[in-house]
Every structure is written in structure tokens, then in C-alpha cells.
């Protein structure tokens, strides 16, 4: 089978997955239905970035997403800590005398150190000057980061590039954090980037990204990193990657990233508030064929206009169409709470020991019993 099965009469060409996919649609719409009939009907692995839980189950391999500070650089280090720009810039500072000594900065704790040796350097003269309230307001970011996700930057076990079958990062404890899921996303993007060669034009991808809740991506991102998430993905469909973008309406994303989705998957939106009435009105826009705002509002849940590419890549119009669920339950799986890196924690939350099975406890004159006869044995001894 060389295309992938959406409903009935409509698929979607395998090497056409590289120029990527967006699923839109309210909350209750369907879009977790029509993301878990993709990953299983998808042709090559996949990669789930979760940012709810519901598509946990559907992982063959599940794990909590974790960073190491020294990989991600200045711009993402802030974006994760949620900094103003002289915050941001205070750091960025720190970071390049860090690397210019060659000073290891891979976890939290590491980059909490650089930041205390930092304000005691004089580094206004070739770096530039640090101020000590920006430092401190890092380091303020940096207890939320300790407290609230200390297993983010801790030790990476998967590489994205060797994905295999289906694999799901549960990320829902980033989006409680601001700033950190976006960060996580912009990173393992820039990884997955990086790290692979160009194949060209291929008769399907190797490994598919579906990326949840995208708009928490790009809500407070930088100039910077937003540009470098369109660059990546202009051209990271020559790497043999295909991208999905989920989200509730194109609007929530930049214009050159929505005008990048060659496949386009819209499900119900609602249209309560003039916010939501701009936002019906963007989809109804964007969707090739003649597609209303009315076809949007009149779907059912679990429907959606769907439009994909023909054989030469032109968007055929959208069609209304009853997404084909795939087999797999959908539902949160629930982690074990994660092992704490951190000495410091670690010695905060140290359970109490806990008896022997079998073993009881000994009574509270055993010691003192003890002492006596160990004095009375010196008293003999002396005699």
C-alpha cells in the first residue's frame, strides 16, 4: 500500500507525509481518534510528542522527555526558564564564559553553580556586564525548573533519530511549566535536524513527528527560535521527516508554517466568542475547495474536511469525511513517579526505613541494657 488510509475514499500519498500534515479541531472534536489512526496506519516510526496524555497507550515504547542543558543552547535554556530579555541575557553571558573555560554545564545544579561563580568573576570587559538582579531572577526560574520538573534535564536514554514502531514522550508535565514543552519541541526538532544526512525526494518518510498541542510552541517564543522552527520545517522533509502539527485552528500557528501542510485535517470548531469566529473563519479560508465556516461548525465529532495531496502534489479540495479509528485503546498509561537527580531533593523527600519483614522491633531498654553490662564487664575487669 503506498498511501495512508483516512476514511473512506481519502488517503494520503506516502511521499507526501514529508510535506507534512496539520490536524486541527476544538477540544472533543476527534483529533486524538485521527492522530492514533495515523500513527498506526503510518509506514514508517513514529515519534509522539504528548502534551495531554491521552496517546500514551498508544506507545510500544513510553518516556518521560529529558534535555541536557549543554545541548540546547542560550536561546532555549531561556525560552525553558520563561526569562525577560535581560534575564535571557545574563544567562547567555554566563553560558559563553562557561564555554570559553571549557566548564561542563549538563544539568541544573551545574548551571545554578555557573550562575553563583558568575557574579563573583568580573566578566563586564569581555563578555559584557551581568547584573545581579538578572542573575538572581534566573536562579528564581531555576527553583520553579528544580521543583517542577528536576527529570527534564537529567540523563537522555532515546534518541529521537532511533525511534522505533511507535514511540511516545509523555510531556505532559512540561505544559504545566511555561515555556517548557515549547522548549522540549524546539529541541528535539533541532536534533532530530541535525543529526540526520540528506536522502532527497523518498517514496515514504522515515520517521514521522507528530507534534500536540503546536501552539504552546510558538506562544512566547523568541523571534529566533520561531524562525528556526519554520526553517526545520521548510527543509526537513529532504531528511525524509514528515511533520504533524496539531492544534485547534491554522491561525494558531505562523503563516509559514501553515502554508508548509500539504495535508490539511479539519474537525469541528466552535465559535462562542469573536476570538473563535476570526479563528473559523481563518480555517474555513485556508482549506482548498469551497469550504465555509457552516461546513466547519456542522461537523459531527469524529468527522473532519480533509484535504491531500494529488498525485502531483496540488491539494485536492477538502471533502467531508468519518475518520477510520485505528484499533488501539486511547488513554493516559500513568509513569512511575520519576527518580529525582538531584542530591538535594533526594534527601528532601528520603523515605523512612522500613522494618524487616519477620523482624521485630527491639524494646526500649535493650540499649541501656547494654551500657550496663558492658560497664559492670569493666568493673570485674578492673577488679
Same mark, same amino acid.
Given at each position: 500500500?503506498?498511501?495512508?488510509?483516512?476514511?473512506?475514499?481519502?488517503?494520503?500519498?506516502?511521499?507526501?507525509?514529508?510535506?507534512?500534515?496539520?490536524?486541527?479541531?476544538?477540544?472533543?472534536?476527534?483529533?486524538?481518534?485521527?492522530?492514533?489512526?495515523?500513527?498506526?496506519?503510518?509506514?514508517?516510526?513514529?515519534?509522539?510528542?504528548?502534551?495531554?496524555?491521552?496517546?500514551?497507550?498508544?506507545?510500544?515504547?513510553?518516556?518521560?522527555?529529558?534535555?541536557?542543558?549543554?545541548?540546547?543552547?542560550?536561546?532555549?535554556?531561556?525560552?525553558?526558564?520563561?526569562?525577560?530579555?535581560?534575564?535571557?541575557?545574563?544567562?547567555?553571558?554566563?553560558?559563553?564564559?562557561?564555554?570559553?573555560?571549557?566548564?561542563?554545564?549538563?544539568?541544573?545544579?551545574?548551571?545554578?553553580?555557573?550562575?553563583?561563580?558568575?557574579?563573583?568573576?568580573?566578566?563586564?570587559?569581555?563578555?559584557?556586564?551581568?547584573?545581579?538582579?538578572?542573575?538572581?531572577?534566573?536562579?528564581?526560574?531555576?527553583?520553579?525548573?528544580?521543583?517542577?520538573?528536576?527529570?527534564?534535564?537529567?540523563?537522555?536514554?532515546?534518541?529521537?533519530?532511533?525511534?522505533?514502531?511507535?514511540?511516545?514522550?509523555?510531556?505532559?508535565?512540561?505544559?504545566? /511549566? &511555561? @515555556?517548557?514543552?515549547? #522548549?522540549?519541541?524546539?529541541?528535539? +526538532?533541532?536534533?532530530?535536524?541535525? %543529526? =540526520?544526512?540528506?536522502?532527497?525526494?523518498?517514496?515514504?518518510?522515515?520517521?514521522?513527528?507528530?507534534?500536540?498541542?503546536?501552539?504552546?510552541?510558538?506562544?512566547?517564543?523568541?523571534?529566533?527560535?520561531?524562525?528556526?522552527?519554520?526553517?526545520?520545517?521548510?527543509?526537513?522533509?529532504?531528511?525524509?521527516?514528515?511533520?504533524?502539527?496539531?492544534?485547534?485552528?491554522?491561525?494558531?500557528?505562523?503563516?509559514?508554517?501553515?502554508?508548509?501542510?500539504?495535508?490539511?485535517?479539519?474537525?469541528?470548531?466552535?465559535?462562542?466568542?469573536?476570538?473563535?469566529?476570526?479563528?473559523?473563519?481563518?480555517?474555513?479560508?485556508?482549506?482548498?475547495?469551497?469550504?465555509?465556516?457552516?461546513?466547519?461548525?456542522?461537523?459531527?465529532?469524529?468527522?473532519?474536511?480533509?484535504?491531500?495531496?494529488?498525485?502531483?502534489?496540488?491539494? /485536492? &479540495? @477538502?471533502?467531508?469525511? #468519518?475518520?477510520?479509528?485505528?484499533? +488501539?485503546?486511547?488513554?493516559?498509561? %500513568? =509513569?512511575?513517579?520519576?527518580?529525582?537527580?538531584?542530591?538535594?531533593?533526594?534527601?528532601?523527600?528520603?523515605?523512612?526505613?522500613?522494618?524487616?519483614?519477620?523482624?521485630?522491633?527491639?524494646?526500649?531498654?535493650?540499649?541501656?541494657?547494654?551500657?550496663?553490662?558492658?560497664?559492670?564487664?569493666?568493673?570485674?575487669?578492673?577488679?
Amino acid at each position: 500500500m503506498t498511501h495512508l488510509p483516512i476514511g473512506a475514499g481519502v488517503a494520503i500519498p506516502h511521499r507526501y507525509l514529508t510535506r507534512h500534515v496539520g490536524i486541527f479541531g476544538a477540544t472533543g472534536s476527534g483529533k486524538t481518534t485521527t492522530l492514533g489512526a495515523i500513527a498506526e496506519r503510518a509506514p514508517c516510526p513514529v515519534l509522539i510528542l504528548d502534551a495531554k496524555g491521552d496517546l500514551e497507550s498508544l506507545g510500544a515504547s513510553l518516556m518521560r522527555p529529558a534535555m541536557r542543558i549543554d545541548a540546547m543552547g542560550a536561546d532555549l535554556i531561556a525560552r525553558a526558564l520563561d526569562l525577560s530579555e535581560a534575564q535571557a541575557g545574563a544567562l547567555q553571558i554566563a553560558l559563553a564564559w562557561a564555554e570559553d573555560s571549557r566548564r561542563a554545564v549538563a544539568t541544573l545544579a551545574d548551571l545554578r553553580a555557573l550562575l553563583n561563580d558568575a557574579t563573583r568573576q568580573d566578566l563586564s570587559r569581555d563578555y559584557g556586564l551581568i547584573s545581579p538582579i538578572s542573575v538572581a531572577a534566573v536562579q528564581r526560574a531555576l527553583l520553579r525548573l528544580e521543583r517542577g520538573a528536576p527529570w527534564a534535564f537529567g540523563a537522555v536514554r532515546h534518541d529521537p533519530r532511533d525511534t522505533q514502531g511507535i514511540t511516545v514522550y509523555a510531556a505532559s508535565e512540561l505544559t504545566h /511549566l &511555561p @515555556g517548557l514543552y515549547g #522548549a522540549f519541541v524546539a529541541h528535539t +526538532l533541532d536534533s532530530i535536524y541535525r %543529526g =540526520l544526512g540528506e536522502v532527497g525526494d523518498v517514496p515514504a518518510p522515515g520517521l514521522l513527528v507528530m507534534i500536540d498541542e503546536a501552539h504552546l510552541v510558538f506562544d512566547g517564543a523568541t523571534q529566533s527560535i520561531a524562525r528556526r522552527i519554520e526553517q526545520i520545517t521548510r527543509l526537513i522533509r529532504s531528511k525524509g521527516v514528515g511533520l504533524i502539527y496539531v492544534t485547534q485552528s491554522p491561525s494558531d500557528l505562523p503563516h509559514i508554517i501553515a502554508g508548509q501542510l500539504a495535508t490539511r485535517i479539519q474537525h469541528a470548531l466552535r465559535a462562542s466568542t469573536p476570538h473563535h469566529h476570526k479563528a473559523l473563519k481563518a480555517a474555513a479560508e485556508t482549506m482548498p475547495g469551497n469550504i465555509t465556516a457552516a461546513s466547519i461548525l456542522g461537523l459531527a465529532t469524529g468527522q473532519a474536511i480533509v484535504s491531500v495531496p494529488d498525485a502531483s502534489g496540488a491539494p /485536492l &479540495p @477538502g471533502r467531508v469525511v #468519518a475518520i477510520a479509528r485505528g484499533r +488501539l485503546p486511547l488513554h493516559s498509561v %500513568g =509513569l512511575p513517579a520519576p527518580v529525582i537527580q538531584s542530591a538535594r531533593l533526594q534527601t528532601a523527600i528520603e523515605p523512612e526505613p522500613v522494618q524487616a519483614a519477620g523482624k521485630r522491633p527491639r524494646p526500649w531498654f535493650f540499649w541501656p541494657a547494654v551500657l550496663a553490662a558492658v560497664l559492670w564487664g569493666a568493673v570485674l575487669l578492673g577488679s
